[in-house]
């Protein structure tokens, strides 16, 4: 069994591998649901031993019908993180219908030859998760990242199940999505997914002697503003023993 932590920063990142995970997924803008990391993130996150580096491959938030600028961008942040020495990427197109764009899919794929590629949760805002599923497939992404169209991954383990079953060993399905320590085993058994993908996150509490004033800065609102999101290592610790 393999956990993947997604992580925010540097910090996340070396929170996770303190933790033990295996993989990191390097993004930024928590808020938007990830997007690129900078270069200096990526290439200090790429020091850190005995862990696997897929990178976001994302230029903003939003939907995911990209213009030819974005994409152009896209192609560009794939050449450097190939540089610095990721071990993959993770990306997502679709067309306005909400189906895959397999043929600019297939074109990132083959732009980070000798990387793993990771189409991501892009694929639960697809119209049909079977046809998608096909659809990446086609365009040679090795892993679909997913939490079967639903919330969270529990509640869409019943999907997540029938796309493993249609995969078999053409595909890696990884199920993410609110995957905690209180509910991993369980998404396991259901769906028999061998990668599972994690946040785990806890807040690092400021250093700061002097607090700010109540000045919005566009943090999200279930933390303090000047509160420091990143991975929980003993989260990861704990979720990664469950794992075996």
Known sequence: MLLEIVAYSYASALAAQQGGADRVELCENTAEGGTTPSLGTLEATRALPGLKLHVMIRPRGGDF???????????????????????????GLLKSDATVDVERT????????????????????????????????????????????????????????????QAGDRCVILAGGGVSETNVAELVHRTGVREVHASLRGIQGTRMTVRPPSVSLGAAPDWPADAIPVADSARVAQVKALLG
Not at 69 to 88: C, Q, S, T, V, Y
Not at 129 to 141: F, K, Q, R
């Open 65 to 91: 019908l990209y213009t030819d600028a974005e994409f152009r961008i896209m192609l560009r942040e794939i050449a450097i993180a190939k540089a610095a020495g990721a071990d993959g990427i993770v990306c």
């Open 106 to 165: 297939r074109t990132l794929v083959q732009a980070a030859a000798g990387m793993s590629v990771t189409f991501h949760r892009a694929f639960d805002w697809a119209a049909d998760p079977a046809a998608a599923l096909e659809a990446v497939i086609a365009a040679g992404c090795h892993r679909v990242l997913t939490s079967g169209q639903a919330p969270n991954a529990l509640a869409g383990a019943a999907v997540i199940a029938r796309l493993v079953e």
